[in-house]
């Protein structure tokens, strides 16, 4: 059996790789570029575009594989409402679907896939369980919604398919949206919040999305959706404020009527000169928070890192990087 990580070159895929590879199983990595990582060693690469269907044929799957897939596009960089659909769905989509008919073509039936919280949308009830009600607010949400429809139909075909919803994640390589934020704080200028900063914001730890894949390959690949966050999140006020207090900056932390925020944003939005997506800043002031519980339950995840750590970390290497020092191995951030 081999396990064959699409988009395995990427934030999670680079620590799902050698975890499974140290355990001594047969690791295929298929992904549109290839970095400079230390478990190519171990680990077989193919390069594969997963909006070409001949592509994903190529990488040689067979009967029994495990199969992951961590293809995506993200909300960074930002888009223009117009060219949305088309920026996310042929990966996010498109590509699910052409992983999932080569791997019906192959025998394969094991998969894990990556969607995102996102397809929730507004707060209805929280903490929010894997039923909370699905509706997306934009283009990248409802594309990986598409595919949890997707993956529905297949398992009805005899595919078992786990998927993930996870919040935010951290970890080693990227800062996505948190270097504005970095950049605020260190230029001891204020921090403006969405909001009073009372609600809490929730990460995932990069590590634990990977810890979470190879749960559920363990777990036999259970035909569920499971969400991903840090357990118990502070406030954003607590959250920003332990970081400004951590950097030693003299910045404030600015709370705004929420309304006026996004009505501001909407029109710049509206203008083709977006400073935020709307699907971050239309639930910035609400309480997201997803429930984790079913994830320990069923495949006996528990999720490994805070919040505050995690973040003062990603600040550290943003610290580190900009000092012109070598990247840290256990931190930093990216939007998935």
């Given at each position: 059996?081999?396990?064959?990580?699409?988009g395995?070159?990427g934030?999670v895929?680079?620590?799902?790789?050698p975890k499974?590879?140290?355990?001594?199983?047969e690791v295929v990595?298929?992904d549109?570029?290839k970095?400079?990582?230390?478990?190519?060693?171990?680990?077989r690469?193919?390069?594969?575009?997963?909006?070409?269907?001949?592509?994903?044929?190529?990488?040689?799957m067979?009967?029994g594989?495990m199969?992951?897939?961590?293809?995506?596009?993200?909300?960074?960089?930002?888009?223009?409402?117009?060219?949305?659909h088309?920026?996310f769905?042929?990966?996010?989509?498109?590509?699910?679907?052409?992983?999932?008919?080569?791997?019906?073509r192959?025998?394969?039936s094991?998969?894990?896939?990556y969607?995102?919280?996102?397809i929730?949308?507004?707060?209805y009830?929280?903490?929010q369980?894997?039923?909370?009600?699905?509706?997306?607010?934009?283009?990248?949400?409802?594309?990986k919604?598409?595919?949890?429809?997707?993956?529905?139909e297949?398992?009805?075909r005899?595919?078992?398919i786990?998927?993930?919803r996870p919040r935010?994640?951290?970890?080693?390589?990227?800062?996505?949206?948190?270097?504005k934020?970095?950049r605020?704080?260190?230029?001891?200028?204020?921090v403006?919040?969405i909001?009073s900063g009372?609600n809490p914001?929730?990460?995932?730890?990069?590590f634990?999305?990977?810890e979470?894949?190879?749960?559920?390959?363990?777990?036999?690949v259970?035909?569920?959706?499971?969400?991903?966050?840090?357990?118990?999140p502070p406030?954003?006020r607590k959250?920003?404020?332990?970081?400004?207090?951590?950097?030693g900056?003299?910045?404030i932390?600015?709370?705004t009527?929420a309304?006026?925020?996004?009505r501001?944003l909407?029109l710049?939005?509206?203008m083709?000169?977006?400073i935020?997506?709307?699907e971050?800043?239309l639930i910035?002031?609400e309480?997201?928070?997803?429930?984790?519980?079913?994830a320990?339950?069923?495949?006996?995840w528990?999720?490994?890192?805070?919040?505050e750590?995690?973040?003062?970390a990603?600040?550290?290497?943003?610290?580190n990087?900009k000092?012109?020092?070598?990247?840290?191995?256990?931190?930093?951030?990216a939007i998935?």
């Amino acid at each position: 059996m081999k396990h064959i990580i699409f988009g395995g070159d990427g934030f999670v895929g680079r620590h799902l790789a050698p975890k499974l590879a140290a355990e001594g199983q047969e690791v295929v990595v298929a992904d549109i570029v290839k970095s400079d990582l230390a478990h190519y060693g171990q680990v077989r690469f193919f390069h594969c575009d997963v909006t070409d269907p001949n592509s994903v044929q190529a990488v040689g799957m067979t009967a029994g594989d495990m199969v992951y897939n961590l293809s995506a596009k993200m909300l960074s960089p930002l888009q223009v409402r117009a060219k949305r659909h088309d920026f996310f769905f042929p990966v996010n989509y498109y590509g699910t679907e052409n992983i999932i008919k080569e791997m019906d073509r192959a025998g394969a039936s094991n998969f894990v896939h990556y969607t995102t919280d996102m397809i929730y949308g507004h707060t209805y009830v929280w903490p929010q369980t894997e039923e909370h009600p699905a509706a997306p607010l934009g283009e990248y949400g409802l594309s990986k919604l598409k595919t949890e429809e997707l993956a529905a139909e297949w398992r009805q075909r005899g595919m078992n398919i786990s998927l993930f919803r996870p919040r935010l994640i951290i970890g080693p390589g990227r800062l996505g949206i948190l270097e504005k934020l970095f950049r605020l704080v260190d230029l001891n200028l204020p921090v403006p919040m969405i909001g009073s900063g009372k609600n809490p914001y929730q990460f995932i730890s990069v590590f634990d999305c990977a810890e979470a894949a190879r749960a559920a390959w363990k777990a036999g690949v259970p035909n569920e959706a499971y969400n991903l966050g840090s357990l118990n999140p502070p406030p954003v006020r607590k959250l920003l404020g332990d970081l400004v207090k951590f950097a030693g900056s003299r910045s404030i932390l600015l709370p705004t009527p929420a309304w006026a925020v996004k009505r501001t944003l909407d029109l710049f939005d509206w203008m083709n000169i977006p400073i935020m997506d709307p699907e971050q800043y239309l639930i910035a002031d609400e309480m997201c928070v997803l429930d984790v519980s079913k994830a320990e339950r069923q495949l006996g995840w528990i999720p490994q890192y805070r919040d505050e750590d995690m973040l003062i970390a990603a600040y550290k290497e943003y610290r580190n990087t900009k000092e012109g020092g070598a990247q840290q191995p256990a931190s930093s951030a990216a939007i998935q």
